[in-house]
């Protein structure tokens, strides 16, 4: 088990979302612009996101192997029948615990870009496995967030970014990340043309 934890602990490569070398881009029906692109904002705990999501390999990988070799040693006498339930149990409900949290931070936004020229978006965001992904779209392609329902719950922990040419939500936390340009942002994510939005920069 020591083994299999380095071993898997080795091929994990957790580091800082910023800094992944092995980042996925998409491009959703985009016109060729500039690439030079300037951050706006920052979610400045993704790098933890990422290692709990990564984490899950882990979790998966001591799950399989424990509880088949623990039954295994029961069946040889090896150990009393305590021993494998117990590893199954642990196993089974660390597993779902883990996975859920890891949920929250699926998709979940780390980075946000925009074109010098103001009309495009690159977003870099978490998959379910805590790798970035990144993808670059038309600004007119994101749906304003004041154009989404409104939930006390839910927009604590994050608002819901969709974009018209790509298939799934995106995360966004308010609360919690880094607005690095309010201008811009506002740009972004809001009816321009609309009073009353609210961003929080810092």
Known sequence: MLF????????LNITTFKNLNRSVYR???????????????????TPLCSAINKFKKIQLG??????PTTYFCYIVNLCGVQIPLAFSTVGIASTIALFSVGQLFSRLIGY??????????????????????????????????DDNPS???KDFLYKTVWISTYDKPLK?????????DGDLFKHSFY????????????
């Open 172 to 180: 966004i936390n308010l609360s919690n990340g880094q607005i690095l």
């Open 62 to 67: 001591m799950v399989v192997v424990s509880i």
């Open 27 to 45: 491009k959703v029906n985009v016109t060729p612009v500039d690439i030079s692109f300037t951050p706006i904002y920052r979610f400045p705990y």
């Open 112 to 145: 946000v870009y925009v074109s010098r020229n103001q009309k495009q978006i690159k977003l870099a965001y978490l998959n379910f496995w805590g790798k970035r992904i990144d993808i670059i779209c038309d600004i007119k392609d994101v749906t304003p967030l």
């Open 4 to 11: 299999l934890t380095k071993l898997l602990l080795k091929n």
């Open 151 to 153: 939930s006390s719950i």
């Open 191 to 202: 009816n321009t043309n609309e009073t009353g939005y609210y961003y929080k920069t810092k």
